[in-house]
């Protein structure tokens, strides 16, 4: 099993500013992916943070708007950039440990954001 | 993308009463999974169907999955308040799990 500790758990922005997320997990994990989800809602997958390289965004999320690092394989950050109302959301960071007969994915609590 | 339907999207009960959840698919997943959601919270396994046709229980819980692997069901038994939350399925695509629209399901004591 693998623990995250997501912060920060909510913020209120301005618009026009960034937020950066942190995510921790408690072991080295292969896989690492940042989600994000409207209350109530399903989620939709931003990117997968690949460590040492790149992230792999997804149709319709862009680096210069989502910039994510992974300088190892237990954190990753995921920075909300110029933002606006539209990026209110719930931002999830996940881990997927896939081996030993499990594909279980795990999450962290999520970062609440709201820009005003 | 291999894209999952989600059905339905809400639902409101009465204690007691059972429910099913659909999951459905155009394309074959290697396996399935099914997670719960309380908010404030991440989303949390509660299982994972693999083989085709496969049917398994946990408590009034029951999952299915398809014959042909593209679709999954969830049933619940005399739902209770503490069933309420968001029910997800999520298919595995490469590395990465791909979710459905998700149900929100709420049980009224």
């Known amino acids: 099993s693998a623990v995250i500790s997501q912060k920060p758990s909510r913020d209120i922005c301005q618009r026009g500013t960034s937020l950066t997320i942190q995510c921790q997990v408690d072991?080295?994990?292969?896989?690492m992916f940042w989600y994000r989800q409207q209350p109530g809602q399903s989620l939709t997958l931003i990117a997968t943070a690949n460590q040492g390289s790149e992230a792999t965004y997804e149709s319709g999320f862009v680096i210069d708007k989502f910039p994510i690092s992974r300088p190892n394989l237990t954190f990753s950050t995921l920075t909300v950039s110029n933002m606006s109302p539209e990026d209110s959301s719930i931002y999830l960071c996940?881990?997927?440990?896939?081996?030993?007969?499990?594909?279980?994915?795990?999450f962290g609590q999520g970062t609440r954001l709201t820009v005003v | 993308t291999q894209l999952l339907e989600q059905s339905p999207q809400f639902l409101s009960i009465q204690e007691g009463e059972n429910l099913t959840v659909y999951c459905n698919s155009s394309?074959?997943?290697?396996?399935l999974q099914w997670y719960r959601q309380e908010p404030g919270e991440g989303p949390v396994l509660l299982v994972t169907?693999?083989?085709?046709?496969e049917v398994k229980k946990l408590k009034r819980l029951t999952f299915q999955f398809g014959d042909a692997r593209k679709d999954s069901s969830l049933h619940i038994t005399a739902a209770q308040p503490g069933d309420t939350g968001l029910y997800l399925c999520?298919?595995?695509?490469?590395?990465?799990?791909?979710f459905g629209q998700g149900t929100e399901l709420s049980v009224k004591p």
């Open positions: 996940s881990v997927r440990i896939i081996g030993g007969g499990s594909t279980e994915a795990f």
């Open positions: 394309s074959v997943f290697s396996s």
């Open positions: 999520a298919g595995a695509q490469g590395g990465k799990l791909i």
């Open positions: 169907v693999v083989t085709g046709g």
């Open positions: 072991s080295q994990v292969t896989m």
